[in-house]
């Protein structure tokens, strides 16, 4: 038998699978348990056959070269987690949490639906613009996970619809990255995306929202609810504690309404100017280095993740790996594709973060516009789905920000994944009959 | 004790290979970075200009400020911009374009090329694509070798993105990363991002010097639906339609088809060029597999021979826009077309518009380029040093 590329390939997915559960076994953490399995791989990859012709040298220096390329995959994204954990933790040690949270059950908690729905547009407000769903958890995760806590929503459930809501907000127009991504490596604008993606968020954010407060009753004197929640500390005014929201919006808004005119920070810098809001208005004197301290030590595990995801991509894709699992996938039946894509992608968005998008976003794309069908729903529906992976191991990037946001000490899988179960596989259904009739649809919503 | 000795230790032992490994792929980021492409021009190269020279938008001697190699026969005629480079991971631009600027004669009409349009994308690679930093290409006076790049700027002359790229002056919304793609900012912007200012420099080229057409070159992966093409401004079909005609009909044996450029998708040479300025704007493809997401392992074997099993896989389900099979798209085969799509524009362009006609030789043709591009690449060192260029 000859020994080919597809052999060679297979070879090095199963070191890595191999590894994986090895390193697991040492009780290795994820970060280092991924490391491994990258190591492995490129370790397989030299020793085993390439395929029938002699391939390109692959020197020692190159192959380091190759890792530490590797690390910056996700740079941006980690810059962006670390500049709004150092804002949002600021905010909530200055006492800003504690003061809107009184604020927002005094206004509204009688208010159940309008309450809840208030909720929903503040979580969705964050990810809609920046495209980050770790960003919402991250901004106002917490303010909403204790208001819900006033209304006698469950942990579990708070965290999950906390996570959902992030997701669905991350998916949310007018900004997804999962489709700006596919659509730029397609050579497709990113217009008509809009509506579709308003809808299948907005319907799943409802959902989610309604289903996971079910039970929960606003039936306590608000004056009792709002003894029982913590202090604010003195100086506080409703105009200071939205001042640092203020400078986010402002600096988000102010790049898309004068795009021309308005100099291009990106999005640390942006939390850096928020962090300077916080510090201006705020009447309680903190210990920064602390903050920095707790903010860093918080997000170690996650952004050491995302360095080694990154690794573990260029790997998979130097050792033709990446490209015999995305070959599988468009070679599979369509009835099949249709069939598995809830799963896939979803799954697919736990091990790679963003860069599913160009890997099986663009196959698909151009493969949805060979058979034609309408690829501006159907990338609509992937784009939804591919977030509701993000609580999957091994990056489970916003899932665990949602986690370490909310202080949630239970069982990450049998505590909140189960929760989330119910709302993301709704989520799930929804886009893939979407996706089924992408065509009515499509002729339907004039795109 | 023992165990807090044995943890100090792996830390040590960690902290010592993190630096090592810094210390190479630092070595390795800045060659690349700072590796200069010899352009041995033709002997009838009459100036060679810097992108600077045409707008204040980029700095003279800044990553950007490529070299604008110009061809004046000194006999009236039409002006003709040629654009390499504009995506540094499609390498046939830069290579098609060097092999045109070290062999042409111009006899009638003026003739500017560019090899390097975003020169910064080519000094560094594109992460998680596990690229090669380099190509060569083995000639009998030695090796000749290009960098090989990404389609964005490099981060560290263009960092941060935006989290929406919008275009300039359409305000259409696209990936944020687009913004350092400069086939996605054309026009240009004077006081815009690096890629902004870089083609908004190439505008101010195209205007102050009356160019009447421009050609970009590029590759595609085989799953991209605008695949061994001619892309044509409006103003353009009437050439592109006799070209891609001509070139099925005698020279090619894969067909070049002609596509009218899309008004709904800007920021593309092909439209906005056109539409910003007098000249009319052309861009043709070639099909790369090494771009295919679909792709086995990823080297410079691949990259040079466009050989993949993956491929061949994909195309056997009728996945592809381009045919392949084991003999794949060869270096030479896309260069060749290249060029010989680029002489035959010329010719046609003439043909049809006989005040703008331009006139070249020396270019090699088809067939002589299917044997070998190595005997078109000229040895540095046996001319005379005016004529080497470095970008």
Not at chain 1, 66 to 94: I, N, Q, W
Not at chain 1, 192 to 214: D, Q
Not at chain 2, 113 to 141: C, H, M, Q
Not at chain 2, 262 to 278: M, N, T, V
């Amino acid at each position: 038998m000859q020994f080919t590329m597809y052999h060679h390939a297979f070879v090095v997915l199963g070191v890595i699978v191999l590894a994986f559960i090895g390193a697991k076994k040492f009780k290795l953490n994820t970060e280092l348990t991924l490391f491994v399995s990258a190591v492995a791989a490129l370790l397989a990859h030299l020793v085993t056959p390439m395929g029938v012709d002699a391939r390109s040298a692959l020197p020692f220096t190159e192959i380091i070269r190759h890792f530490v390329e590797g690390t910056f995959t996700y740079f941006d994204v980690c810059m962006t987690f670390l500049s709004a954990t150092f804002f949002m933790t600021l905010y909530k040690e200055v006492g800003g949490i504690d003061y809107l949270v009184r604020v927002i059950v005094e206004k509204f908690y009688k208010k159940r639906i309008i309450l809840l729905l208030l909720l929903m547009v503040i979580m969705m407000v964050p990810g809609a613009v920046t495209g980050s769903g770790a960003t919402t958890v991250l901004t106002v995760g917490g303010l909403v996970g204790a208001v819900l806590a006033t209304m006698g929503v469950k942990e579990e459930r708070r965290v999950g619809l906390i996570f959902i809501l992030a997701a669905m907000s991350a998916a949310c127009p007018p900004i997804n990255l999962w489709a700006m991504m596919a659509a730029a490596g397609a050579n497709m604008p990113y217009t008509g995306f809009g509506v579709p993606l308003l809808l299948l968020t907005g319907t799943g954010a409802l959902f989610a929202t309604f289903y996971m407060t079910r039970g929960a009753k606003c039936d306590r004197e608000v004056n009792d609810v709002v003894a029982s929640l913590p202090q604010a500390p003195e100086g506080w005014t409703f105009l200071k504690a939205i001042v640092p929201f203020i400078v986010l919006l402002v600096a988000i808004l102010g790049a898309r309404v004068f795009p021309a005119y308005w100099p291009v920070i990106g999005m640390p810098m942006i939390f850096g100017f928020s962090t300077l809001g916080v510090l201006l208005v705020s009447p309680k004197k903190v210990n920064l280095l602390e903050v920095g301290m707790t903010t860093v030590s918080n997000l170690k595990e996650l952004v050491g993740i995302m360095v080694v995801v990154g690794v573990l991509n260029q790997i998979l894709t130097l050792t033709g790996a990446r490209g015999l699992v995305s070959l599988g996938v468009v070679i599979l039946p369509i009835w099949l594709l249709f069939a598995a894509l809830w799963l896939i992608l979803p799954v697919s968005e736990g091990v790679l973060q963003y860069a599913v998008a160009p890997l099986f976003g663009v196959p698909l794309i151009m493969l949805f516009n060979m058979l034609g069908y309408n690829p501006v729903i159907a990338l609509s529906c992937w784009a939804v789905m591919w977030p509701c992976g993000d609580c999957l191991p091994p990056t489970a990037v916003v899932g665990k920000a949602a986690v370490m946001q909310m202080e949630y000490k239970g069982d990450y899988y049998k505590g909140f994944l189960k929760n989330v179960l119910v709302p993301v596989l709704f989520v799930l259904a929804v886009c893939t009959v979407v996706m089924i009739f992408n065509k009515p649809i499509g002729s339907f919503l004039g795109v | 004790m023992n165990k807090k000795m044995n943890l100090n230790t792996v830390k040590a032992i960690a902290l010592v290979t993190v630096v090592f490994c810094m210390a190479v792929a630092g070595y390795l980021f800045r060659e690349h970075r700072t590796f200069k492409e010899t352009v041995v021009v033709s002997d009838y190269c009459t100036e060679v200009k810097k992108l600077s020279d045409y707008s204040t938008a980029i700095k003279p001697g800044s990553v950007n400020d490529c070299n604008v190699y110009i061809y004046d026969s000194g006999v009236e005629g039409g002006t003709f911009l040629l654009l390499g480079g504009s995506h540094p991971e499609e390498p046939v631009g830069p290579m098609a374009a060097d092999l045109i600027a070290e062999n042409l004669k111009v006899t009638q009409g003026r003739v500017f090329i560019i090899t390097r349009a975003n020169k910064s994308a080519s000094t560094i690679t594109r992460v998680g694509e596990a690229y090669p930093r380099f190509f060569n290409l083995d000639t009998n006076w030695g090796t000749k070798t290009w960098r090989f790049g990404q389609r964005h700027a490099a981060e560290l002359d263009s960092w941060p993105d935006p989290e929406v790229y919008i275009h300039y002056p359409s305000g259409q919304n696209l990936a944020n990363v687009d913004i350092r793609n400069i086939n996605r900012n054309w026009p240009g912007k004077e006081d815009g991002l690096i890629s902004e200012r870089t083609a908004f420099a190439i505008m101010e080229l195209i205007r102050n010097e009356g160019v009447d057409y421009t050609l970009d070159m590029h590759e595609a992966e085989l799953e991209y639906s605008v695949e061994n093409t001619m892309v044509a401004h409006e103003k353009g079909h009437d050439v592109a339609s006799i070209v891609t005609m001509t070139l099925t009909a005698e020279t090619f044996d894969v067909p070049i088809s002609m596509e009218f450029s899309p008004k709904a998708l800007r920021g593309l040479s092909h439209r906005d060029i056109g539409d910003h300025s007098d000249a009319t704007s052309f861009l043709i493809e070639v099909a790369e597999p090494m771009l295919d997401r679909i792709r086995g392992i990823t080297d410079e074997k691949l990259l040079m021979e466009g050989k993949d099993i993956f491929v061949i896989k994909a195309g056997e389900h009728g996945l592809l826009y381009a045919p392949i099979d084991e003999n794949g798209w060869p270096i030479e085969k896309r260069v060749a077309r290249h060029v010989a799509t680029t002489t035959k524009l010329i010719e046609t362009y003439s043909m049809m518009h006989p005040d703008q006609a331009i006139a070249i030789e020396g270019i090699p043709t088809y067939n002589q380029l299917l044997e070998s591009l190595a005997p078109y690449y000229r040895d540095p060192n046996t001319v005379d040093s005016s004529l080497i260029y470095f970008d």
